[in-house]
């Protein structure tokens, strides 16, 4: 099965060589993405925890405030396409600068806002800087790593899981008393640091744009695996966002500081690094259909143990679940997504990977937020069902 495995990877390797011109992938070319990776996933983390601040200073209501949260969800959506149409055809690393000074001046306007209105105004400039330069996160890594995609992918989430776990637990319980406003601004140094360190990389060492390859874009659209996965993501995504938005409204609604929900979002993020660990020698040589089984089932037991809770320590292990159910989600779906994508369209299945994974959040969220718990949960249950269905219908000549 190894040997099968192997054996299905080299023509997508061989590929990534031919692009790349037979060179390694030079360090100092990623250590800007990953420089900015680290800023993204710290946003990702802190501003649920920053969710209560916000709504208390603003005098938002609950349909308020998941406009503010859903307006960078769109604006990603919205990146991710712009850097699915350019970044196939144009210069990666220019595409890439063009996103990280977006998303830093977004965050800066965030710090800075003194009405929703502003805030979402930065958060929309933030979430369509991130669109761009994320979904080439991983183009890089596979570039570099290209007989071993899975575990490069693995090792680039777990290190960043376990960033995004202390983010909000030292927080939380050091600068959850202060204003809201030091997060954003952490974020925006981070992000001005990486575009520094990408802008002083070598241009030369970046591939060359396919500017020459017409692309037939009607190739996502017959590619059924392809598809599928996209849908799993969606459903997947959808749930965990839903997840990570209600939480720390639900516990402050119950009363509960701002350290004790960074200590939950931690738990999650630290589970999913841990999990992430673990699977980093399984996702390129068993079964990947397993994996991605399992991870609409762990969801759909988190969501029923928040909203059913009976002590903190079912609170934690929801956050537990959840962190595990996303470990599950994100790295296997992603190399396939890498994997089924057609010849000349890495960029843009790796946008739609984000794209579907942001609107299925944006969804997700947007009818669930008016919803009372027991349908919120039926309904988060239904969802985890189906993604389980496209986990096994993606194809097994895909997947071993």
Not at 68 to 88: E, K, T
Not at 116 to 139: C, D, K, N, W, Y
Not at 165 to 176: H, K, S, T, V
Not at 252 to 276: M, P, Y
Request: with cysteine.
């Amino acid at each position: 099965m190894v040997e099968q495995n192997l054996s299905q990877l080299e023509p997508k390797a061989a590929e990534i060589r031919k692009i790349t011109g037979g060179l390694a992938v030079p360090r100092a070319v990623i250590i800007g993405p990953i420089a900015v990776y680290i800023a993204f996933v710290m946003d990702l983390t802190l501003v649920p925890l920053l969710l209560p601040a916000i709504q208390s200073q603003f005098g938002l209501s609950v349909g308020d405030l998941a406009w503010v949260f859903n307006s960078y969800g769109a604006a990603v959506a919205l990146g991710v396409l712009f850097c699915g149409y350019f970044g196939d055809t144009l210069n990666i690393r220019r595409i890439f600068g063009l996103g990280v000074a977006l998303f830093a001046t977004g965050a800066l306007v965030s710090a800075t806002a003194q009405n929703h209105e502003t805030l979402t105004a930065g958060r929309l400039l933030q979430g369509f800087g991130s669109g761009v330069f994320s979904p080439l996160v991983p183009i890089y890594l596979t570039r570099a790593s290209p007989d071993t995609p899975g575990r490069a992918l693995i090792l680039w989430g777990s290190l960043a899981g376990y960033i995004a776990a202390f983010a909000p637990l030292l927080y939380g319980n050091l600068l959850g008393d202060h204003s809201w406003r030091l997060a954003f601004v952490f974020i925006a140094i981070i992000a001005a640091g990486a575009w520094v360190l990408l802008i002083g990389s070598q241009v030369s060492q970046d591939p060359e744009p396919t500017t020459s390859c017409k692309r037939d874009y009607r190739k996502i659209l017959d590619s059924r695996d392809l598809l599928i996965t996209f849908a799993y993501v969606f459903l997947t995504y959808g749930s965990i966002t839903y997840y990570t938005f209600r939480l720390p409204i639900w516990l402050s609604e119950n009363e509960i500081g701002a350290s004790s929900i960074g200590l939950f979002l931690s738990v999650a993020w630290l589970t999913f690094s841990f999990i992430s660990t673990l699977l980093r020698n399984l996702v390129d040589r068993h079964h990947i259909q397993g994996i991605m089984l399992v991870a609409p089932l762990l969801i759909a037991v988190a969501v029923l143990f928040l909203f059913n809770h009976q002590s903190f320590l079912l609170v934690a292990l929801s956050s537990a679940l959840i962190g595990a159910g996303l470990a599950c989600s994100n790295a296997p779906s992603t190399q396939l997504i890498l994997r089924f994508a057609p010849k000349g369209l890495t960029a843009v299945s790796a946008s739609l990977d984000i794209t579907f994974a942001r609107i299925g959040g944006i969804t997700t969220i947007s009818v669930l937020a008016w919803m009372d718990g027991g349908n919120a949960n039926l309904t988060i249950c239904v969802l985890c069902l189906l993604a389980a269905v496209c986990a096994l219908s993606v194809s097994r000549v895909g997947t071993v």
